[in-house]
């Protein structure tokens, strides 16, 4: 490794391990100000608290890291610009591309660092923090938890249901159309006030039955549809089905098997892309401290305008994430958003500046 790319590894080490300490802290503190009071009303141990807390860290080192590779850089370009070893490099032969070439490879490095880091360590923190919020009551808010306008398919048969409540296996405003083989006429229409499931199977309450075909209507107080579906199969929101609970090949996975029950995975999809996306803003960040030390060598102008960024940026992303949920935008379109825009941006700005350090 040659002198330069150390000198700026270790610099950069030793920045980002300051940054990340006081961050986590701040992160736990804000934290610990909205959990504890309630851990304490429902009867939590001190260890409990503990390893809920402990439990949380990896996840949030995984989302806090890239403002945190960002602070970083601007901190360190900018006190290299401040001290004019910037210039004394470019003097010494070290050209302006070798650092942005330096600093992306550092950039795509912290990127896979995120995405196995959070994918890993910070999933199963989660699964522990979780586990630790139910055993103390939180169980009792999942409860309440509730799917709208859910589609499903089971064989010739496709469902529509305005409101689901996995947790308690219930669904209102439920619509069944068995169709034909070839799915272009509708053999029988249902309609039921409430859906429930029991033990004999899913029961239909107050259910309105017509054939198109004959015109006959009848109405039933209960009715059991013979479907293979049950709510632990379909439900997306389900308390070990979260998509923050599950690791990137898990959510693979989970979304494969919806998928042979007609369910709507749009919302995994895009939560598969926006786990990966995340990651990438690393890199994309890393582009952009670079541009901004460059247009600015004051450094807290260069915090200011990044912060600014990045705070659109995570709007985007979470934008794009409810375009893509919804099906207004394909799920990788709609993850990708935020980078794609601010990505391409930057990579013209930081073209531009290249060239008017080689002409």
Known sequence: MKTF????????????????????????????????????????????????????????LSEILPAVVFLSLVIQIAGMRKRRETTALEAGGVSYFRLVCTVLVLGLVWSGVQLGFSQGLGVQGQQVSDAVWDSLGGR????????????????????????????????????????????????????AEALRAGDGGWQLQEAEVLDPQSFAYSTEETLSPDLELSFQSVQVSQEDNEPEDMSLWELRAHIE????????????????????????????????????????????????????????????????????????????????????LIGGLTALGLGIQIRGRVT
């Open 5 to 60: 790319t150390r000198h700026l590894l270790w610099n950069n080490m030793l920045i980002m391990g300051i940054c990340l300490l006081t961050c986590t802290g701040i992160y736990l503190l804000v934290d610990v100000f909205d959990r504890l009071d309630r851990m304490l009303e429902k009867g939590g141990a001190a260890w409990e608290i503990l390893v809920y807390f402990g439990a949380k860290i990896p996840l949030i």
């Open 140 to 191: 009792e808010e999942k409860t309440q938890e509730r799917i709208n306008d859910l589609w499903l398919r089971s064989g010739q048969t496709v469902l529509h249901m305005e409101a689901v409540w996995p947790a308690r296996q219930e669904a209102r405003g439920l619509t069944l159309y068995a169709v034909d083989q070839g799915f272009t006429e509708i053999d029988r229409l249902i309609q």
């Open 257 to 340: 098997r919806l998928k042979d029950s007609g369910a709507n995975v749009e919302l995994l999809r895009t939560a598969w892309h926006l786990k990966i996306s995340y990651a990438a803003s690393v890199l994309v960040l890393s582009a952009v401290a670079l541009v901004l030390t460059r247009k600015w060598e004051n450094l807290f102008a260069s915090i200011g305008c990044g912060l600014g960024i990045i705070f659109g940026m995570l709007s985007m992303h979470t934008l794009g994430g409810t375009l893509g949920e919804s099906g207004a935008l394909p799920p990788w379109l709609g993850a990708w958003m935020g980078n794609l």
